[in-house]
């Protein structure tokens, strides 16, 4: 099994900054990708930025220009910093890692428990 803590969500003013973190542990022998995802009140789950074991970036149009992802292998952490950011950015977002615990099987998907991101005035 593979666990994430996901931490740096909370309440910003528009134009203002927050910067997410996303720790993996446990049975992990690779990594695939690693990324966030969000999903606001009465809304379907959407991408919001993944990034690959070959540091390949993808990024939702929204906050293309405006979010960061990138990723530390060596503490198996995934990150988004996110700036000039506005109300319609408010959402709980979530991380996901794509691992498997030896070679040759398949990637698993996992999810962190959700973080809040509120922006508003």
């Known amino acids: 099994q593979v666990q994430l803590v996901e931490s740096g969500g909370g309440l910003v003013q528009p134009g203002g900054s927050l910067r997410l973190s996303c720790a993996a542990s446990g049975s992990i022998f690779s990594i695939n990708s690693m990324g966030w995802y969000r999903q606001a009140p009465g809304k379907q789950r959407e991408l919001v930025a993944t990034i690959t074991i070959g540091d390949t970036t993808n990024y939702a149009d929204s906050v293309r220009g405006r979010f960061t992802v990138s990723r530390d292998s060596a503490k198996n952490t995934v990150y988004l910093q996110m700036n000039s950011l506005k109300p319609e950015d408010t959402a709980v977002y979530y991380c996901?890692?794509?691992?498997?615990?030896?070679?040759?099987?398949?990637?698993?998907?996992?999810w962190g428990q959700g973080t809040q991101v509120t922006v508003s005035s």
């Open positions: 996901n890692v794509e691992s498997r615990s030896k070679p040759f099987i398949a990637f698993r998907s996992y």
